[in-house]
């Protein structure tokens, strides 16, 4: 199994991958002033909840931008379903070669982890409970272990709990 079947694997049940919840999303929007037009980047965007919540709260028009590409798929088939594909562009890319104009955007977020990581470790716990038999299965274990303890040793002291949110002054 690659990392990302492993990402996959962990992150099926969530819609919003990162540490928040919808409520604190559009608590975020009211903080950046979001609105009618307002224009947003959102780097690692995963399924693109938080850029179709501001779109259904906001009106914004937004570019999400994530590296994996069952994580694009599935955030263009939201936003389809959801019809704001005139307003929310999904591109699949690393997020340092995604270019842009200076200028461009309103708001570039990229958003932090606690419950982010909670969530796949559910995600990966069940996959093992309903796989037991599965021949990749001491992959997925180790994956978890190893996730678990890093994250817990190291990440969690270093990531915090933060969002990271840049929009300019004024």
Sequence with gaps: MTFFDLVDI???????????????????GKFLRLREGSRVI???????EA????????GIAGIGVDIRDRACERARAKVSEKHLTER????????AEY?????????ATCIDWDRYEADNWHGLIRWL?????HPERGEV???LQKSQDE???????????AMYVLAPRG
């Design 10 to 28: 962990s992150e099926r049940f969530m819609e919003l991958v990162n540490p928040s919840t919808p409520e604190k999303m559009v608590k975020l």
């Design 42 to 48: 959102d780097f690692g965007c995963g399924y693109a």
């Design 51 to 58: 850029l179709t919540l501001w779109a259904e709260h906001f």
């Design 88 to 95: 929310i562009e999904i591109v699949c890319s690393p997020g």
């Design 99 to 107: 270019p842009f104009q200076e200028g461009a955007f309103d708001a």
């Design 129 to 133: 409970e309903e796989n037991p038999d």
């Design 141 to 143: 274990v180790e994956h």
């Design 151 to 161: 994250y817990l040793r190291y990440g969690r002291e270093y990531l915090g709990w």
